[in-house]
């Protein structure tokens, strides 16, 4: 087999299973930010009522995203399986029209809590990829 004929780095990255990491490493470290950003608004003079709605969706996402993970994880399920995907997108709708809503009616509150919990979010996912691809591979 010549170098040409190998698959590309994605496919064998996507075609690798790996066991699922944790959940409680990524929720720490977008909490972080969280938590982070309430002495930065506050000196910067930023609204903390924008501050309190990122927290207060931060948060929800999260009790969510860990009723969502009680699901059976079983490939099985169909059931479980599909309540998962649809709670993922509620997660992103819940999170989404609340944040429209304020920016509409308070534009720097809105953008101030969209920018913290997207900066959260990011911190969350980049956390996961490394523990997921950090992982060994299954056989």
Not at 19 to 38: C, E, F, Q
Request: glycine share 10%; aromatic share 6%; charged share 10%.
């Amino acid at each position: 087999m010549s170098d040409d004929d190998e698959p590309g780095i994605m496919v064998r990255l996507a075609s690798t299973p790996r066991d699922v990491p944790g959940r409680l490493g990524p929720a720490l470290a977008g909490t972080a930010v969280i938590v982070l950003a309430l002495p930065v608004f506050a000196v910067a003079g930023w609204p903390l009522a924008g501050w309190v709605l990122a927290a207060v969706l931060w948060v929800a996402a999260q009790v969510l995203a860990l009723l969502l993970t009680r699901l059976a994880p079983d490939t099985g399920n169909l059931a479980a399986a599909g309540m998962r995907g649809i709670g993922t997108s509620f997660r992103a709708i819940a999170v989404g029209i609340p944040l429209v809503a304020v920016t509409i009616a308070d534009q720097s509150v809105g953008i101030a809590a969209a920018l913290l919990y997207a900066l959260a979010f990011t911190l969350e996912l980049a956390v996961g990829l490394v523990g997921y691809f950090g992982t060994e591979a299954k056989a």
